[in-house]
């Protein structure tokens, strides 16, 4: 009985005299947080063309320190995963020293 006169005692007095006794209290409300929805992530890759000697240049990728990656294209970019809903198609280019590089074939 005399916990409940105490906190009623209390919470009367917060109500009575205000919370800051004496000063003008001033509310902050900050502004709700706004849910931004993304897309999925598309890495772009730079593909450069370049050079591949002909004739009896067989291996020659991998005779100089390049290794196939397969990228997928939509006609215009190179991107390092497929996106689903789209008509992408799948490229073999050669990487080396985190560039993309593709035959001028």
């Known amino acids: 009985m005399r ?3 105490a906190v009623g005692g209390i919470l009367a007095l917060a109500l009575v005299a205000g919370c800051n006794a004496g000063a003008r209290s001033q509310a902050e409300v ?3 947080p706004v849910a931004v929805r993304r897309g999925p992530a598309r890495d ?3 593909v450069e063309r370049t ?3 002909k004739g009896k240049a067989h291996g020659w990728w991998k005779k100089n320190g390049y290794r196939e990656v397969t990228v ?3 006609g215009t970019r ?3 995963r497929r996106i689903d809903g789209t008509s992408i198609r799948a ?3 050669f990487q080396r020293e985190g560039r993309y590089y593709l ?3």
Do not use: F, K, M
Request: charged share 20%; net charge negative.
């Open 91 to 93: 490229v073999v280019v």
């Open 78 to 80: 190179y991107y390092s």
């Open 103 to 105: 035959g001028d074939d």
């Open 51 to 53: 050079h591949v000697p």
């Open 44 to 46: 772009i890759i730079v």
């Open 3 to 5: 916990n409940r006169i």
């Open 30 to 32: 900050s502004p709700r």
């Open 72 to 74: 997928y294209s939509d």
